[in-house]
């Protein structure tokens, strides 16, 4: 089982569990038998771009939310290794604010969760229709991101299939373009195993106890981790490693049978060809 995992969300960020502390999270790391977590919860914004409510922390709260990860650093030091972090999007004119918050703190991981259109209008995937251009702005904002050394690991890379229908000729094109920043920055790509949970546990679905016919419903329900997505990564030299992405009471809990899930829709086959690291 992999002991590490650097993608944990708090309250702060408004849509995670409010009934969870930051040493909860903590206690279901080490009851699981992980050595190396990071908080990595959504980052601030100096400029508020993105004005949806319940997304992200304010700025004013990096304080608290440093302090809190700090004294568990000190209390727990001798259990588990705690990081500091932050969940970040990439935008073009926001790179000196993005390098002041990966000062702040020992990682910053890279959820490009929307991007720009024409306009400089935000597209969120999952929300807004994307168009074969805007794709491709997806991999060049993480080809920028990566090649200003802002990421420590890529997370939920194929979260672009939020909004794309089929895996086609521009979804193979931006993955392997994803693919070749990776590998020639050496960046880690995180199978996320959020979206998984979602469509399964957090809905009161114990998937390892329902039908077949059940399992096919569900799994064609979810976007990613997305079979096609990693078997071209399986192609290339390129470090990958699970997400859990925990927002929740019991999440981590889960890890096992999340990850049972990853590998069933990726498929034995492209799994056994992934290069997996055991830590950072």
């Given at each position: 089982?992999?002991?590490?995992?650097?993608?944990?969300?708090?309250?702060?960020?408004?849509?995670?569990?409010?009934?969870?502390?930051?040493?909860?999270?903590?206690?279901?790391?080490?009851?699981?038998?992980?050595?190396?977590?990071?908080?990595?919860?959504?980052?601030?914004?100096?400029?508020?771009?993105?004005?949806?409510?319940?997304?992200?922390?304010?700025?004013?709260?990096?304080?608290?939310?440093?302090?809190?990860?700090?004294?568990?650093?000190?209390?727990?030091?001798?259990?588990?290794?705690?990081?500091?972090?932050?969940?970040?999007?990439?935008?073009?004119?926001?790179?000196?604010?993005?390098?002041?918050?990966?000062?702040?703190?020992?990682?910053?991981?890279?959820?490009?969760?929307?991007?720009?259109?024409?306009?400089?209008?935000?597209?969120?995937?999952?929300?807004?229709?994307?168009?074969?251009?805007?794709?491709?702005?997806?991999?060049?904002?993480?080809?920028?991101?990566?090649?200003?050394?802002?990421?420590?690991?890529?997370?939920?890379?194929?979260?672009?299939?939020?909004?794309?229908?089929?895996?086609?000729?521009?979804?193979?094109?931006?993955?392997?373009?994803?693919?070749?920043?990776?590998?020639?920055?050496?960046?880690?790509?995180?199978?996320?195993?959020?979206?998984?949970?979602s469509r399964t546990y957090l809905?009161?679905?114990?998937?390892?106890?329902?039908?077949?016919?059940?399992?096919?419903?569900?799994?064609?329900?979810?976007?990613?981790?997305?079979?096609?997505?990693?078997?071209?990564?399986?192609?290339?030299?390129?470090?990958?490693?699970?997400?859990?992405?925990?927002?929740?009471?019991?999440?981590?809990l889960l890890f096992n049978d999340?990850?049972?899930?990853?590998?069933?829709?990726?498929?034995?086959?492209?799994?056994?060809?992934?290069?997996?690291?055991?830590?950072?």
């Open positions: 089982m992999q002991k590490v995992n650097y993608h944990s969300h708090t309250y702060r960020c408004g849509h995670a569990d409010f009934n969870m502390s930051d040493e909860d999270y903590v206690k279901e790391y080490i009851e699981m038998g992980f050595k190396e977590i990071a908080f990595t919860d959504h980052a601030p914004e100096k400029n508020k771009i993105d004005k949806r409510t319940d997304m992200r922390m304010e700025y004013d709260e990096r304080k608290d939310y440093l302090n809190s990860i700090n004294k568990l650093k000190e209390k727990y030091k001798d259990v588990i290794n705690i990081k500091s972090g932050y969940e970040i999007e990439y935008l073009p004119g926001e790179e000196e604010n993005m390098i002041e918050l990966k000062n702040e703190v020992d990682l910053l991981i890279l959820g490009q969760h929307f991007i720009y259109d024409n306009d400089n209008n935000l597209k969120i995937f999952g929300r807004h229709k994307i168009t074969d251009e805007e794709l491709l702005r997806y991999a060049n904002y993480i080809d920028n991101a990566l090649k200003l050394n802002i990421p420590s690991i890529l997370v939920h890379p194929d979260i672009f299939m939020l909004s794309s229908n089929e895996f086609g000729e521009t979804e193979k094109e931006i993955t392997k373009m994803i693919c070749e920043s990776a590998q020639k920055y050496n960046i880690p790509l995180e199978i996320n195993l959020n979206n998984i949970y809905r009161g679905i114990d998937y390892f106890n329902i039908s077949n016919d059940s399992k096919k419903e569900i799994l064609n329900k979810i976007s990613y981790p997305n079979k096609e997505f990693w078997n071209i990564v399986s192609n290339y030299d390129i470090k990958v490693l699970y997400g859990i992405d925990a927002h929740y009471k019991g999440q981590i999340l990850v049972k899930i990853a590998n069933e829709i990726i498929g034995k086959d492209t799994i056994n060809k992934l290069n997996f690291i055991d830590k950072l």
